[in-house]
């Protein structure tokens, strides 16, 4: 028998759109309390839910689930560096950066932290991706670069080959891929965010 609350599919939804589903039920709150007590539901922060894919047995997109908890976001850092293959690591998190203050958020899925950026330097290299389970924004290569550079503390790269240290032996990163890397969203980068030194030091490796 179909369940109710299979009309969710695999986004988040609200306590109130939760509750629009039983509309003749008047204790709304407990009705959300009850479906995350036997585990139908999973809290991602407060307000915010996803129905457990152990129930629903639909596959659930962290990336998708990291744009909805904090809000505007996209994934970036090693988190989308991974997601395109180019570094080897796992990444235990969902990194994301934001126009609201930096924040973390630690639920029943995983740990999704954000990290702030300035408003001219947010949409700058952003693609949206889709996916089965919808669709989410996320950070090109070059800016998931750019945004690691400026948010990680002690990176300072004023030669080139520190900037290759950096890439080759720090991240690990695939140097062939690299080579093939946008400049424009480098220099875009520099222009608008900090450490611009920094970025502009990677275009040079780029262009040797």
Known sequence: ??????????????????A????????????????????????LKRG?????????????????VANHIYSPSYVSLQTALRSYGLIPER????QSMTLKHSRRFDNQLGIFDYTYVTRD???????RE?????????ACPEKALCDLV???????LRYVSQARTFLEDD????????????KNIFLQCAKAGKKSRSIETIVKLLEI
């Open 130 to 138: 889709q996916t089965p389970e919808g669709s989410f924004l996320i």
């Open 171 to 182: 991240l690990r990163l695939n140097m062939d891929a690299f080579g093939n890397f946008d």
């Open 1 to 18: 028998m179909k369940d109710i609350l299979d009309t969710l599919g695999n986004v988040p939804v609200t306590k109130e759109t939760i």
């Open 48 to 64: 915010l839910y996803v129905v457990n894919p152990n129930w629903s047995e639909k596959r659930i997109n962290l990336e998708l």
């Open 150 to 156: 400026i948010s990680t503390a002690g990176v300072n």
């Open 91 to 94: 990444v235990a998190r969902i």
């Open 20 to 43: 629009s589903l039983y509309p003749t039920i008047s204790g709304v709150n407990q009705k959300v309390a009850a479906l995350e007590h036997s585990g139908k539901i999973i809290r």
């Open 121 to 127: 330097y947010f949409p700058i290299g952003i693609r």
